[in-house]
């Protein structure tokens, strides 16, 4: 399997003013292509180099775990924003947090709570729990919800180098930025829907 960094799904300026051309032109093309140079390095003519990322990501441990998890979430993360994005979701999804969450402002305030609250580095994850109920969740490091045998719907990357070009220490205010500019609840439907 040929293993490569997907595209960017707008332009590094598109995030602006919330997530810098500066900031997307450190976190995309040093961070996560170094993460999957040194996945590549790992895996050069091992038995994981013709598996899925996904089964990697499910099945490594240690320094293997961590580049290949780092290579998901951050494909993943891409895929979670949007220019113009935020707000609430629609539809079922939207059904679905007022079921679990109460609204979407208790939803929004979980997240952030979450976001805010992981020590370190690390991510936060609106999820869909194997009984079908959406929980929100934050994980240290690489870690993710693929490994509790959940399933992400969307993400936010909280480790310093997502943000401290922009906000400096301000974690809170990326969060909300996040929340209110930048969410992409399509992307997020999309994996609820294929989630059910």
């Known amino acids: ?5 997907p595209s960017l799904p707008y332009e590094k300026t598109a995030l602006a003013p919330y997530i810098s ?12 292509k170094g993460y999957m140079k040194k ?8 038995d994981d180099a013709n598996k899925p990322l996904e089964d990697i990501v499910l099945q490594a ?5 961590n580049n290949a998890a780092q290579v998901w979430n951050h494909s993943f993360y891409w895929r979670s924003m ?16 007022e079921r ?3 609204d979407v402002k208790h939803f929004h305030d979980q997240f952030a709570a979450a ?4 020590f370190g580095s690390g991510w936060a994850w609106l999820i ?27 993400t936010l990357d909280v480790w310093e180098h997502a943000y401290y070009v922009d906000y400096y220490n301000e974690r809170g205010d990326y969060v909300q930025a996040f929340l209110e500019h930048l969410v992409n609840w399509d992307f997020a439907m999309e994996n609820f829907l294929a989630s059910r």
């Open 1 to 5: 399997m040929k293993f490569e960094v």
């Open 21 to 32: 051309e500066k900031t997307l032109e450190l976190h995309y093309e040093k961070h996560h």
């Open 39 to 46: 996945l590549k390095d790992a895996i050069a003519d091992t």
């Open 61 to 65: 441990e240690g320094d293997l775990f």
């Open 82 to 97: 949007k220019p113009n994005g935020g707000g609430s979701p629609t539809d079922e999804l939207k059904a679905a947090i």
């Open 100 to 102: 679990d969450f109460g």
């Open 115 to 118: 976001a805010k609250g992981e």
């Open 128 to 154: 869909m729990q194997r009984d079908g109920h959406l929980a929100v969740i934050s994980s240290s490091d690489a870690e993710n919800p693929l490994r509790s045998g959940h399933t992400p719907l969307l």
